[in-house]
């Protein structure tokens, strides 16, 4: 059984590993968009990786962690792992919904289209854009490409990342694709790394920074963004870890008074 205090340290690197990237952006002022050539093979490698968070991808993505663990675990623990991953993502998918709805603030490229002196009927500034049905922002969106298209250095985009900028027009913060990824990988690696499973712990962590740099990079989340969705995602991670196994030590003191 691995120790508890290390096991705490190990968890603890995770995290701050996560979260080292948007907070040197943080600190340095700066941000990953538009960095990158969005037509790039790059771009199309970053785009289907944030594909793995998006809804309804983001169930099968879960679906192949559980799947692993289950392969690889004692089953005792992967229960625990199940119900603190279903636990986790709800609270993160209510939380980031909520939040959201509460800040309203708009997404890097959006505010980038607004600064490219588009026809006044573009509507794009970010108070006249948030106020419009959702089936009108992604025909803005829409329009205000096949705009900057037609200049010469305009932005040009993956079909593929311009439908993904058409289809994701809420507002930015926090990011729920870090969220998401965030506290799938910090929950499972507890669980993992108490399996004894630290590949399989490193491949998650590895996804986990990818996300989130690649929301930036495609101009859908600002650093803070992904920053506090990593703080929020250690919370929730936390958290339903700690329900879990009070549950779980709950239920069996019931069942062994019942047997008696």
Same mark, same amino acid.
């Given at each position: 059984m691995t120790h508890p205090a290390y096991l705490l340290r190990r968890l603890a690197l995770v995290w701050l590993l996560?979260?080292? +990237?948007?907070?040197? /952006?943080? &600190?340095?002022?700066?941000? /990953?968009?538009p960095l990158i050539d969005l037509q790039s093979p790059l771009a199309t490698a970053l785009y289907w990786l944030t594909t793995t968070g998006t809804a309804p991808y983001g169930v099968v993505t879960v679906l192949v962690v559980l799947a692993l663990a289950y392969r690889y675990m004692p089953? $005792? /623990?992967?229960?625990?792992?199940?119900?603190? +991953? !279903?636990?986790?993502q709800v609270l993160s998918l209510s939380t980031s919904h909520a939040l959201k709805s509460f800040f309203k603030e708009p997404r890097p490229n959006l505010v980038y289209l607004a600064e490219q002196a588009?026809?006044?009927?573009?509507?794009?500034?970010?108070d006249t854009f948030?106020?419009?049905?959702?089936?009108?922002?992604?025909?803005? +969106? $829409?329009?205000?490409?096949?705009?900057?298209?037609?200049r010469p250095s305009g932005l040009t985009l993956t079909p593929n990342i311009k439908q993904h900028w058409e289809d994701e027009i809420g507002y930015s913060f926090p990011s729920g694709h870090t969220i998401f990824a965030v506290t799938l990988v910090l929950t499972a690696s507890y669980y993992l790394l108490l399996a004894g499973l630290p590949i399989f712990t490193s491949a998650l962590l590895?996804?986990?920074?990818?996300?989130?740099?690649?929301?930036?990079?495609?101009?859908m989340h600002w650093p803070q963004d992904v920053l506090f969705s990593t703080l929020l995602a250690?919370?929730?991670? !936390? &958290?339903?870890?700690? &329900?879990?196994?009070?549950i779980r030590i709950f239920t069996q003191a019931f069942v062994k008074a019942s047997s008696q």
């Open positions: 996560l979260a080292t +990237i948007p907070s040197l /952006l943080l &600190l340095t002022q700066n941000q /990953l968009f089953k $005792a /623990l992967f229960i625990n792992l199940f119900l603190a +991953i !279903s636990l986790s588009l026809p006044e009927e573009a509507q794009l500034t970010p948030y106020q419009l049905a959702h089936s009108d922002r992604s025909r803005v +969106i $829409a329009e205000a490409l096949t705009e900057l298209q037609t590895a996804w986990g920074l990818l996300m989130g740099l690649s929301r930036m990079l495609l101009g250690a919370i929730i991670s !936390s &958290l339903s870890i700690f &329900l879990v196994s009070k």
